[in-house]
DNA sequence: ATTTTTTTTGACCGATTGGAAAAATTCTAG
DNA sequence: CTAGAATTTTTCCAATCGGTCAAAAAAAAT
């Protein structure tokens, strides 16, 4: 009972490769029909091993999910910790839309399991919510009113401009097809994101009001 | 041959209100769980009877989605038809904005079915994404260019506008819990809605950029 | 009241689900 | 090479899935 010589050494180099190989499946089958529409078939076939050989590596169809949660919430969330006091306000909120919009074009399938857990309720999720998401949002909210209240930013709500900031950039992974279908082939190819990037610029900057006549 | 006499008098009282039911009920646990993580058992509990009875009043699970989506696809763009150049381009903008806001309040679940819908990628559904809706939004941004053109309103790209409105509203629905989580009890109580509609405005009347020191 | 039609139920079907067990195989260290 | 561990496959299971069918029950029509 000194060295706590119990089992320590369950991480081969197989291993790691093959739960990235599945983690990787998962994803693409979770985003698509979330948790319940999925099937450990379905995975083990995305990942090119059978259903048992899968269930070695991962106990249970939840211990497969609750790590790309967790990951994604994570990754989710550094654009947003990384807004700071550094510079201009509206440079600094300009870049934070940028990176989301990137991540959505990144990494839709991450957007789309997160929506999916977010549509069924986000059970097993909710602690997470309203303590650590909750806690940063709110540091962010105090910053933004910060700048408000020194003149550096149009007075609102905060927490809304947060939530706008996530809603329109998320919708061109979430709602991609969507998208895509109203924009048609010309539209809709790989330049829509510049398009997105473009518009949204504006619109934060200064909404749709007409400039002044000279 | 005549007259055809064939089998016309389906439609008796009770079925129309037990097809209802099944609907609302339908509508409960589809919008959660998505068409594959939904069981007709789910439904038929849902909706107070047996599987086989519902099933005596839908032959099949997608006989009974079907309808929900063309349903809900209609009321969802009713909205948007309304928009037209009876009044200022500003106004209408903004009352566009406060029915979608207001149609995520009255019927998340709708909403939530729909983006169900989207995450999985549309299947047959796509037919009517880029014909009957792509139509319409094609109509509606001619609308918004010739308010660009005549300076009444900021020049930007009008589908991106659409995306951003359908974006902004619809988050209120589709990522409820967390919007509330975020908020807490206190802010994320029912005036969260009319909080949201206040910043929306002011986001799309003028943006962010702070008002000029007189 | 009785016939006819509509509605509901109970039993059941084959396929698929998440998962267990154990044998067979492959890999690796000595 | 060979023992031991790690990996994969085969077989299997109980529960649940979407859906059928015939019989019972309830309504409606006569």
Request: glycine share 6%; charged share 30%; hydrophobic share 40%.
């Amino acid at each position: 009972m000194t060295t706590d010589a119990g089992p320590p050494r369950p991480v081969t180099r197989i291993q790691r490769e093959k739960q990235e190989v599945i983690l990787e499946a998962a994803l693409d089958v979770f985003s698509q029909f979330g948790f319940r529409g999925s099937t450990i078939d379905q995975i083990a076939e995305a990942a090119g091993m059978s259903k048992p050989n899968l269930l070695y590596y991962f106990k249970s169809k939840e211990d497969i999910h609750a790590p790309l949660l967790e990951r994604i919430l994570d990754i989710w969330l550094d654009p947003l910790r990384e807004m700071n006091d550094d510079g201009d306000p509206l440079a600094e909120i300009r870049s934070y839309i940028r990176r989301k919009l990137e991540m959505s074009r990144d990494f839709p399938r991450e957007s789309r399991l997160f929506a999916n857990e977010m549509l069924r309720g986000a059970p097993g999720f909710y602690e997470i919510l309203h303590t650590d998401l909750k806690d940063l949002v709110d540091e962010k909210a105090r910053l933004i009113k910060g700048w408000m209240a020194e003149g550096r930013l149009a007075v609102t709500d905060p927490y809304h401009l947060i939530f706008s900031i996530w809603a329109t950039t998320q919708h061109y992974a979430d709602f991609d097809i969507q998208v895509r279908a109203v924009l048609g082939p010309d539209r809709g190819g790989e330049g829509r994101f510049d398009d997105a990037a473009r518009f949204l610029d504006q619109l934060f900057l200064s909404g749709l009001s007409p400039k002044k006549k000279a």
